[in-house]
């Protein structure tokens, strides 16, 4: 099981680069770097490719509306060849919020864009001439749409690999059964090990049966904040607020994915009651109103003991990279607890 970490969107990049060599030195293996409405990723990716040796440096995540699929491959191209084979392409459709509120663009298809934007991404690093009509995106545009002038071209350079991992963040059945057949990796949230079956086993498997083995097996990589110790109780606040956060108030009624994940797992009625009270602007309210089951087992806060479980529950589960976040005041604290975590990973 390999151990990532994800960069936060506001901190000083410089120092927070400088970290990230220390990290790696303790035992980290990949670092996600987000992009939402903050500093771009890739900037920060290139940054960081010149200052690591082994980490693998992944997009966590690019959204699929704000780049189009050719430019996201001579992105993921350019950061591959500037790491020397160690970037992920991390892929997401986000939401409505964020890609028609900051982007203008409009939130459609999610499925079908994300697929059709994979084959084009295959093909430019193949150095094939790019010749694709899809039913969301057509290159080169036909003359009806276009001056007509558009040829088919292929990449310039020669990419370090023409198959470079992609990561899709994805939550709905029929979006975790395309991440199953199409993508090397799948980045679900909010994971809680014991009922991930239940919610997504059937599309995982619907997927697995159409994927093509050249593929390899699916790396599942989950997210969670990390305190280990006896007295840590009091930090599942931070990660019981993230949730209602998104459980509450990430998007509108009936159409808040992460209120559906939560339901999905369970949690019916109290979904429903977080989303009530954050909408209403009581939001910790929206927060005490969580299932403290939901909180603390979506995360690895707890003694020692009770952390090495949690990743003996997430292994069995088939996460194979647990993306931590540790829940400490400084560089050197952050850096023991990735080795304490190191240590109970196998």
């Not at 059709?116 to 694709?132: F, S």
């Not at 429903?272 to 939001?283: A, I, P």
């Amino acid at each position: 099981m390999r151990i990532g970490m994800p960069l936060n969107y506001s901190s000083g990049f410089a120092e927070t680069a400088a970290e990230v060599t220390d990290l790696e030195s303790a035992g980290l293996d990949i670092i996600f770097v987000p992009e939402a409405y903050s500093f771009d990723a890739v900037s920060q990716l290139g940054y960081l490719a010149a200052r690591t040796q082994r980490l693998i440096l992944a997009s966590g995540i690019l959204q699929i509306y704000s780049r189009t699929p050719t430019l996201t491959a001579m992105t993921a191209a350019g950061l591959d060849y500037v790491s020397g084979g160690r970037f992920m392409l991390g892929i997401g459709a986000s939401g409505p919020q964020v890609i028609e509120g900051f982007h203008g663009v409009k939130y459609d298809a999610p499925l079908g864009r994300t697929r059709e934007l994979i084959d084009i991404c295959r093909q430019v690093w193949r150095r094939e001439r790019v010749d694709y009509q899809g039913k969301y995106y057509r290159i080169p545009l036909p003359p009806e749409e276009g001056t007509g002038l558009g040829k088919p071209l292929k990449l310039i350079n020669h990419p370090v690999r023409e198959r470079i991992p992609v990561m899709i963040a994805a939550l709905g059945p029929k979006n975790v059964a395309m991440t199953a057949e199409v993508a090397e990796a799948w980045e679900p949230i909010f994971f809680y090990p014991e009922r991930a079956g239940d919610v997504w086993g059937e599309s995982l498997a619907q997927g697995r049966a159409k994927r093509d083995p050249s593929l390899g097996d699916l790396d599942v990589c989950v997210g969670m904040p990390m305190a280990i110790g006896d007295d840590v109780d009091h930090l599942l606040q931070g990660h019981r607020d993230q949730l209602a956060l998104y459980v509450g108030g990430m998007g509108a009624r009936g159409k808040n994915f992460y209120n559906t994940l939560a339901q999905r797992y369970g949690f019916e009625e109290a979904a429903r009651t977080v989303q009530d009270l954050y909408l209403g602007g009581k939001k910790s309210e929206a927060a005490a109103a969580l299932p403290d089951e939901l909180v603390r087992m979506t995360s690895l806060i707890g003694p020692k003991s009770w952390v090495a479980e949690r990743v003996q529950a997430y292994a069995a589960a088939g996460v194979t990279t647990l993306s931590v976040t540790p829940i400490a005041a400084d560089t050197a604290s952050r850096v023991r607890m990735i080795e304490e975590l190191r240590s109970l990973v196998s």
